[in-house]
């Protein structure tokens, strides 16, 4: 028996908001088709349950109406996509940026994670005074001018605008009715200048070619890279992304090569491509810049893909907390559409590949690539048990290649000058160039691209140092799920096996620099509480470890002459716990980060 969510009907703005995004009704006492004899014709059953997949925009079209998500809205969707309210109540309560309680149409949410926090944002405590509406957010993704804020109205056309810098006096502005502030360039974000650093291939369009313009990108040498891919064919293409040694950018360094072939070589039909553009690592916001300054990079980058493993349809899943991203991007996909170079013959070449793009509602877990299948297909974004893995039943049950933004725009440098030559950068071990997150206590944070094998402190010294009046305490590599060093660490060379030497990560490629100003043991407490919120609850390890670990913190925080070493013992048996049977890396690495202080520098100790 389904359950039902009472009676409620959902409002007229809310019906035009699904109705936008499914068409519409095709049955019912709304509307729909009749025949002959003027009866309603019913569709339903199948027909309407492979369009689960329309679930998230559906809710996103409501929440962006209205400004939450009511039962009587609920209800019309379950209508509408042959889904139980019940169902429905549970993927909509899944995501922070949705609320199923009646909330203001203005919203600010404000991010209280750890660079905001160490650059004097607001904090959890601080909100309690702001006007309703005013909202506690993780990382927001705009750590180079941070402290941050995201601005949503709800209406037809909503507003979402990024606030940074979000001081309180333009946080408290901004809740009390005032309007956001245009956006700064996304160049701005990028110190590096490709007219001073030649060498630079990621980041060489940003600041000097029109986002916006696919020819601007074509006159800078877009879509040399996919006319080399059909001359060489598919499987040279994975061929040379093999011997460039090209492995994930997202943190677990998968070989690219390896996970192309594998799906190419499945008898399964179709393939699908998805692109990993939920970057909600604390500290992260390289994927950002990408999509923001260089959309037509990653649709070329997404098209090369899908050529060499075979696959008909890309999604880019794209983090719900990326407006300009989101319009950049949109706009880019369109137009690369209009000019014939996504759709049925690309380039003229016979190959057919479309993009969707994906918007997530907010939930750190959907960066696993798992979790993103669920929320793509409208469920809750909860990371399936492996195997089966992603290369034979992935999205949608079919073979399935994930990458994020920063492995895939390293396609195009492979093509362009071959596997080998890409290889020639970096070291043996890491090869090529990477994108670091630079924030915190340095005089230009931002986006830097360097070829593997830099050093932490030379790395700092490129984003202009420690900021001036500043002393360090300690860096966070790898973001919340990373781990710390300390300032005599930063000889540290960046590479996979350099860090995996020094006890680390480069995970995402967070570099979060700390001066002594900033409350160590208040990172410390933020990184639990993020990964407590942040955890689907799934698994068991995961879900009551992730507690366990704030709550030890806590009291180790609070000192009280309770028992510290008997704490301190604890805490790492739920770390080693959490590590060894956590279903994904989320339960698996939340301990990292906090055990690396306390192990290396000697918080609590």
């Given at each position: 028996m389904?359950?039902?969510?009472?009676?409620?009907l959902?409002?007229?703005?809310?019906?035009?908001?699904?109705?936008a995004?499914?068409?519409?009704?095709?049955?019912g006492?709304?509307?729909?088709?009749?025949?002959?004899?003027g009866q309603?014709?019913?569709?339903?059953g199948r027909?309407?349950r492979?369009?689960?997949?329309q679930l998230?925009?559906?809710?996103?079209?409501v929440?962006?109406?209205v400004?939450?998500?009511?039962?009587g809205?609920?209800?019309y969707?379950?209508?509408?996509?042959?889904?139980?309210?019940a169902?429905i109540?549970g993927?909509a309560t899944?995501?922070?940026?949705?609320?199923?309680?009646e909330?203001?149409?203005r919203?600010?949410?404000?991010?209280?994670?750890?660079?905001?926090?160490?650059?004097g944002?607001?904090?959890?405590?601080?909100?309690?005074?702001?006007p309703?509406?005013?909202?506690?957010?993780?990382?927001?993704?705009?750590?180079?001018?941070?402290?941050?804020a995201?601005?949503i109205?709800a209406?037809?056309?909503p507003?979402?605008?990024?606030?940074?810098?979000a001081?309180?006096?333009?946080v408290?502005r901004?809740?009390?009715?005032?309007?956001?502030?245009?956006?700064?360039?996304?160049?701005?974000?990028v110190?590096?200048?490709?007219?001073?650093?030649?060498?630079l291939?990621?980041?060489?369009r940003?600041?000097?070619?029109?986002?916006?313009?696919?020819?601007?990108?074509r006159a800078?040498?877009?879509y040399?890279a996919?006319r080399?891919?059909?001359?060489?064919g598919?499987?040279?293409?994975?061929r040379?992304?093999t011997d460039?040694?090209?492995?994930?950018?997202?943190?677990?360094?998968?070989?690219?090569g390896?996970?192309?072939?594998?799906?190419?070589?499945?008898?399964?039909?179709?393939?699908?491509?998805v692109?990993?553009?939920?970057e909600?690592?604390?500290?992260t916001?390289?994927d950002?810049?990408?999509?923001e300054?260089?959309?037509?990079a990653?649709?070329?980058s997404?098209?090369?893909?899908?050529?060499?493993?075979g696959?008909a349809?890309?999604?880019?899943y794209?983090?719900?907390?990326?407006?300009?991203a989101?319009r950049?991007?949109?706009?880019?996909?369109?137009?690369?559409?209009l000019?014939?170079?996504l759709?049925?013959?690309?380039?003229?070449?016979?190959?057919?590949?479309?993009?969707?793009?994906?918007?997530?509602?907010?939930?750190y877990?959907?960066?696993?690539e798992t979790?993103?299948?669920?929320?793509?297909?409208?469920f809750?974004?909860?990371?399936?048990?492996k195997?089966p893995?992603?290369?034979?039943?992935g999205?949608?049950?079919?073979?399935?290649?994930?990458?994020?933004v920063?492995?895939?725009?390293?396609?195009?440098?492979?093509?362009?000058?071959?596997?080998a030559?890409?290889?020639?950068?970096?070291?043996?071990?890491?090869s090529?160039?990477?994108?670091?997150c630079?924030?915190?206590a340095?005089?230009?944070?931002?986006?830097?691209?360097?070829?593997?094998?830099?050093?932490?402190?030379?790395?700092?010294?490129?984003?202009?140092?420690?900021r001036?009046?500043?002393?360090l305490q300690?860096?966070?590599l790898?973001?919340a799920?990373g781990?710390?060093?300390?300032?005599?660490?930063?000889?540290?060379p960046?590479?996979?096996?350099?860090?995996?030497?020094?006890?680390?990560?480069?995970g995402?490629?967070?570099?979060?620099?700390l001066?002594?100003?900033?409350?160590?043991?208040?990172q410390?407490?933020?990184?639990?509480?993020?990964f407590?919120?942040?955890?689907?609850?799934?698994?068991?390890?995961?879900r009551?470890?992730?507690?366990?670990?704030?709550?030890?913190?806590a009291r180790?925080?609070?000192?009280?002459?309770g028992?510290?070493?008997?704490?301190?013992?604890?805490?790492?048996?739920?770390?080693q716990?959490?590590r060894?049977?956590?279903?994904c890396?989320?339960?698996q690495t939340?301990p990292?980060?906090?055990?690396?202080?306390i192990?290396?520098?000697?918080?609590?100790?």
């Open positions: 389904d359950l039902k969510i009472g009676t409620a959902a409002s007229a703005a809310e019906r035009a908001a699904v109705d995004v499914l068409g519409p009704p095709a049955a006492a709304r509307g729909g088709e009749r025949d002959a004899r309603h014709l019913a569709r339903g027909q309407l492979v369009q689960r997949h998230l925009p559906t809710l996103h079209a929440n962006d109406r400004g939450w998500i009511s039962r809205a609920i209800n969707v379950a209508e509408r996509l042959d889904v139980a309210p169902d109540y993927v899944f995501y922070a940026l949705f609320s199923t309680v909330r203001p149409a919203q600010v949410h404000v991010c209280v994670d750890l660079v905001c926090r160490a650059e944002g607001l904090t959890e405590h601080d909100l309690q005074d702001l309703a509406g005013t909202l506690a957010s993780p990382c927001l993704g705009v750590c180079e001018r941070a402290p941050a995201l601005f109205e209406g037809d056309p507003v979402h605008e990024l606030l940074a810098p001081t309180p006096v333009e408290r901004v809740a009390g009715g005032g309007r956001p502030a245009p956006e700064a360039a996304v160049a701005a974000a110190p590096q200048v490709a007219a001073d650093d030649p060498s291939e990621l980041l060489a940003i600041g000097s070619v029109d986002p916006t313009s696919l020819d601007d990108y800078a040498g877009g040399e996919l080399r891919a059909f001359e060489i598919a499987a040279e293409v994975i040379e992304v460039a040694g090209l492995v994930g950018r997202g943190g677990a360094a998968f070989p690219t390896r996970k192309w072939d594998a799906v190419a070589n499945q008898p399964a039909q179709p393939h699908h491509l692109c990993n553009a939920d909600s690592e604390p500290g916001f390289k950002r810049v990408l999509m300054g260089d959309p037509f990653l649709i070329e997404m098209t090369i893909a899908a050529f060499a493993t696959c349809h890309g999604w880019v794209l983090r719900g907390e990326y407006p300009l989101m950049t991007l949109t706009a880019a996909v369109d137009g690369a559409r000019r014939g170079l759709g049925p013959d690309v380039l003229g070449s016979g190959f057919s590949f479309d993009i969707t793009i994906v918007q997530g509602a907010g939930a877990i959907c960066g696993e979790a993103i299948f669920n929320s793509i297909e409208g809750r974004g909860e990371p399936r048990n195997p893995f992603p290369f034979e039943v999205l949608f049950g079919l073979p399935t290649v994930v990458n994020n920063e492995t895939l725009v390293n396609v195009l440098p492979i093509i362009r000058s071959g596997g030559a890409y290889a020639a950068a970096g070291t043996e071990g890491s090529g160039r990477k994108l670091f630079v924030s915190g340095v005089t230009a944070p931002g986006v830097y691209e360097v070829e593997f094998g830099v050093t932490l402190g030379e790395l700092i010294e490129l984003a202009g140092g420690i001036a009046g500043s002393e300690a860096v966070l790898g973001g799920a781990g710390f060093v300390g300032p005599g660490e930063l000889d540290v960046l590479t996979l096996e350099g860090a995996r030497a020094h006890g680390t990560t480069l995402s490629g967070v570099v979060l620099v001066d002594t100003t900033v409350d160590l043991v208040d410390l407490r933020r990184i639990a509480a993020f407590r919120d942040e955890s689907c609850g799934q698994c068991v390890p995961c009551v470890g992730t507690v366990r670990q704030e709550e030890v913190l180790l925080a609070a000192g009280n002459g028992d510290r070493d008997g704490d301190l013992a604890l805490f790492a048996d739920v770390a716990v959490m060894d049977a956590s279903i890396g989320l339960g939340a990292s980060a906090i055990q690396s202080a192990d290396k520098l000697g918080v609590f100790r």
